[in-house]
């Protein structure tokens, strides 16, 4: 599905409107106000973005921008509002929610994760804002991280840094609170360079590369089809995507979990058209982010193997819900070098 991609396209005014109900009545009908509820509409377009509660308080994405450069200054006092750039926007068409990335222009807030090959990997912290217009998403701002060679990112599981703020007239007032403990970045930036070089250290069999990506990002084949069915041949375009990719970060960082990592954290911040991937950005750098932690931790544990770890997983997850396996026993094509 088409998404809106520059930061132009989620800057539409917006404005709250009353919503009638028609009833029934023995002349015809008669248009009843709903006090309970409003609709927030795109004034471009004059469409409905979202139907919301009276309490709703809206934010536009032009106001939510502003915060972000608040929370920018905020949470790194040592950088400037104007040294602060819009990198990314994503919202779908209709533009009921948003996500805008700001990353700093400078090299200031970089930092260098070193892995064993002892070449350098520059990190650097990118702010990002999430807003909706229907209420599904709470106002928020997250701190993620990007390699800098390709602008991959991930976000670290809402333990970090992040501010959270719901819709409602009682949490979101004319001005929003920042508050960051000390070393509270700096800790985090720590935490990152010990995660990322567990998965450094850690070896993953040629042939398990493929499978953990998919279990890293939860990308799941779809339910046994037929040869001639169109979802086969979609799912086979992601799976020689997902190991074009595998295989590129294998020759930069031989058969590691780091590798693996590079593979989704740049499917995540580049996801394809498909109807086999069913999320947005947003949601695969979280997941990224949050299978970064769990894993440096497991991976570390006596007696631990990457074949092993993947099996307790992908029964776990099999257990735990109701879509398809991660793996179906669908005969796919052998790319050269996944043997």
Known sequence: MARLSQIDEVMFPVESCPVFACVPTDQGERHMPASDTKAIVNMNTHKVVGVVSKGYRLVTNHQALQWAYQC????????????????????????????????????????????????????????????????????????????????????????????????????????????????????????????????????VPHNELVR????????????????????????????????????????????????????????ASHPIQSRCVRRERHSYQRLAGTWLAQFQEECQQPGFSIPDYIEKMTRKKKSSTREPPLFQNIDMPVLPGFL
């Open 72 to 203: 920018c200054e905020t949470v790194f006092p040592e950088t400037k509002p104007n040294e602060w750039l819009v990198k990314n926007a994503d919202s779908p068409k209709t533009g009921s929610h948003c996500f805008i990335d700001l990353v700093h222009h400078t090299a200031l807030l970089d930092f260098c994760f070193v892995p064993a090959s002892n070449r350098p990997d520059t990190y650097g912290p990118f702010i990002r804002l999430t807003n909706s217009y229907n209420g599904s998403r709470a106002l928020t701002f997250h701190i993620g991280f990007f390699r800098k060679v390709c602008s991959n990112g991930l976000i670290l599981p809402k333990a970090v840094v992040s501010f959270r703020f719901n819709h409602q007239r009682r949490e979101i007032g004319e001005y929003l609170n920042f508050a960051v403990a000390n070393n509270q970045v700096a800790n985090l930036k720590k935490a990152l360079t010990i995660y990322l070089g567990a998965l450094q250290d850690c070896k």
């Open 212 to 267: 953990l990506f998919c279990l890293i990002l939860l990308i799941r084949q779809p339910a046994e089809v037929k040869p001639d069915d169109p979802m086969r041949i979609e799912w086979e375009y992601v799976y020689s995507h997902i190991t074009g990719l595998c295989r590129k970060y294998q020759n930069d960082f031989g058969n590691t979990a780091y590798a693996v990592f590079n593979a989704a954290t740049e499917f």
